[in-house]
């Protein structure tokens, strides 16, 4: 009887699949997000974007971010080596061709599956 009054232990393991499950351009945020977000409060930030990426396995976010980089004139808000996120900032085209370059090299040369990118 005393077996049943036992609560019961649940192991769980996250198993990183190679994937992209977030891919979302946010066009003229307000100022408060960046704020909120840390993100460099001396930058001019009208007409800008802020890209979000979150990647599995979390250390790909690394090869992303140098990828972002190299592909639009965006420059790294935030990346998480151990999360998986990567946040970039620019204006809204650019923002917006590295998030395709990301997801487009990782798809083509390391194939992950990817998302769609998502806008609000």
Do not use: W
Not at 23 to 29: C, D, K, M, T
Not at 43 to 65: C, F, M, N, Q, R
């Amino acid at each position: 009887m005393e077996e049943m009054n036992r609560p019961q232990r649940i192991v769980q393991e996250l198993v990183p699949g190679k994937e992209i499950t977030i891919a979302h351009l946010i066009a003229s945020p307000d100022e408060v997000l960046y704020q909120k977000l840390g993100l460099d409060p001396s930058v001019d930030h009208s007409k800008s974007a802020i890209g979000v990426l979150t990647i599995s396995p979390a250390e790909t976010a690394i090869i992303a971010a140098d990828v972002a980089m190299k592909a639009a004139g965006v420059e790294i808000g935030f990346v998480d080596r151990f999360s998986g996120t990567l946040i970039v900032t620019g204006t809204i085209s650019e923002a917006e061709a590295s998030l395709s370059a990301v997801l487009n090299y990782v798809k083509e040369k390391m194939n992950f599956s990817v998302c769609e990118i998502t806008r609000t």
